[in-house]
């Protein structure tokens, strides 16, 4: 059996391994050197995570879920105002290479506005709610010069009739209570199950953009599963956000961090 202790004028980490065989390389002092690495990351996230703390906002309690794929959304439902500057800094992720580009989720058209302005060759959406659609439809009136294509639909049920692009750009919410569970409660970040539809949709050399919340930089786990299906990525953060005491989204922070993968 194999301890390690850490211990902090505010708490202490123990580390007991019962398994002997449990990460044994071949030496000895790679071993120790594994696991004392794991205990002091494990102490340094806390420190952090007790600084970031002291500036959360309270948030409010999500009171169940409708089926957003079907309900009637207000604004503030379907994106509250302080992601914008989150919206703009995705968008020009995406369109680096000015190619073709999908969208999965339409919201309220902030988004997609970015991506025409920063310049696309082709803009496809995904959108999947009735009334987003027909929102969707009168804002692709307003870029009549643009090749723009609405796909209606959920993204699992519609994205295999789609080819690959240059750029994929995802901002979607948990349609209802178990999604919320399985893809916030107990994903590294909640793109993550989208993570091998968007590598199997991007040209090689492709973007993938999408936000975490994670505030100030990314878990081990998170970046694992990005290296899974991605060769690079780099962070951006976006800071001075001015999210609402009240705020119904999964943010308690003023920063985000904006993710670009490339294929």
């Not at 340094?44 to 409010?60: H, M, N, P, Q, V």
């Not at 379907?78 to 999965?104: C, F, K, R, Y």
């Not at 999408?210 to 299906?229: A, I, K, M, P, V």
Request: a negative charge; aromatic letters at 10%; charged letters at 20%.
């Amino acid at each position: 059996m194999t301890r390690r202790i850490k211990r902090h004028k505010d708490f202490e980490i123990t580390l007991q391994i019962k398994n002997d065989d449990f990460i044994r390389p071949p030496r000895a002092a790679q071993r120790n050197w594994v696991l004392n690495r794991a205990v002091k990351e494990f102490s340094d996230d806390l420190t952090a995570l007790d600084i970031l703390a002291r500036d959360f906002i309270r948030g409010s309690e999500i009171d169940g879920f409708d089926d957003r794929g079907r309900s009637s959304l207000g604004a503030q439902q379907i994106m509250e105002d302080w992601q914008i500057p989150v919206m703009q800094a995705m968008a020009e992720a995406v369109t680096d290479s000015h190619g073709d580009v999908l969208e999965i989720g339409f919201g309220r058209g902030i988004a997609s506005s970015y991506i025409q302005d920063c310049g696309v060759a082709s803009h496809t959406i995904i959108e999947c709610n009735p009334g987003v659609i027909h929102e969707c439809g009168l804002w692709r009136g307003q870029h009549p010069d643009a090749q723009i294509t609405i796909v209606s639909g959920m993204w699992q049920d519609v994205i295999g009739q789609l080819g690959a692009y240059d750029g994929i750009f995802f901002h979607t919410y948990p349609l209802n209570e178990q999604d919320h569970l399985e893809q916030v409660v107990q994903s590294a970040t909640f793109a993550e199950h989208f993570f091998p539809t968007a590598a199997a949709h991007l040209n090689p050399g492709g973007i993938f953009s999408y936000l975490s919340n994670e505030t100030d930089s990314l878990s081990r786990g998170h970046q694992r599963l990005l290296f899974r299906y991605f060769t690079s990525f780099t962070l951006s953060r976006v800071t001075g956000l001015d999210i609402p005491e009240d705020s119904h989204d999964a943010q308690w922070s003023d920063a985000m961090v904006v993710i670009k993968a490339v294929k």
